[in-house]
């Protein structure tokens, strides 16, 4: 082979792998490119899920608090969606319809965990389903890549329940000589307003009555008979 022959050749095969290469580079351009896209959308996924869950968990405990306060359904729920409204999801309110709330009542099993039962009364729990989906006010997520990699929207979805522990109440009263006449008859008076007040909500509390003079007694244990207090203020002497 002459030595023109020879260094045709040569640039013919150079001539080829570098062709081979730059095709070996677009494709690897190519899986870098869907890489990144498929991180990206990954870290936006995780990131609405944590504002999902974080903004749903202040729902339901915003509701739980005022119902705990007021007893009232409505004023929950409008407090409730006023605070998840006040947390974003992937930039946007999180918009919580009065469907995604449900009331009833928990109570704590043996191992410490409550066990939360819907539309059992009386109430002390809210429950609150955090939704961006396609069937929710919100709406779902939309992917920064969702055209590459052919899925368009994500839709994450949170559940938190809140519970309000119901109050023990514990009275103590001043049983001394200063109390005589009309002091301890306006005690008596005030502690059957108590009573009866909380004989008219739907929590099941539980209340003690204690009394001192010159030594202190506990008079009567704590019960969920509320009658049994004003009995024992009147037994006091």
Do not use: C, W
Not at 180 to 208: H, R, S
């Amino acid at each position: 082979m002459s030595a023109s022959n020879r260094i045709q050749s040569h640039h013919r095969r150079a001539r080829h792998r570098r062709g081979a290469m730059l095709v070996l580079i677009a494709i690897m351009m190519l899986g870098f490119m869907v890489a990144v896209a498929f991180s990206v959308d990954v870290a936006l996924m995780h990131l609405s899920r944590t504002e999902l869950r974080t903004a749903t968990d202040a729902a339901s405990k915003a509701a739980a608090t005022t119902l705990a306060d007021s007893l009232n359904v409505d004023q929950a729920i409008t407090r409730g969606q006023q605070i998840a409204a006040a947390n974003t999801v992937n930039g946007e309110a999180l918009l919580l319809a009065r469907d995604d709330f449900q009331f009833g009542r928990s109570q704590e099993l043996s191992s410490g965990r409550f066990e939360f039962a819907p539309n059992s009364i009386p109430r002390n729990s809210v429950r609150v389903d955090g939704r961006r989906t396609f069937g929710s006010l919100s709406g779902p997520v939309p992917l920064v890549f969702g055209n590459i990699l052919g899925v368009e929207y994500f839709e994450p979805q949170s559940h938190a329940t809140a519970t309000y522990i119901e109050r023990d109440v514990a009275l103590v009263v001043d049983r001394s000589g200063s109390m005589t006449g009309t002091k301890f008859t306006d005690l008596t008076a005030a502690i059957d307003i108590f009573v009866n007040t909380l004989a008219e909500t739907p929590v099941d509390e539980e209340v003690g009555l204690a009394s001192y003079s010159e030594y202190a007694t506990a008079d009567v244990n704590l019960t969920s008979d509320l009658s049994r207090i004003s009995s024992g203020v009147r037994a006091l002497r």
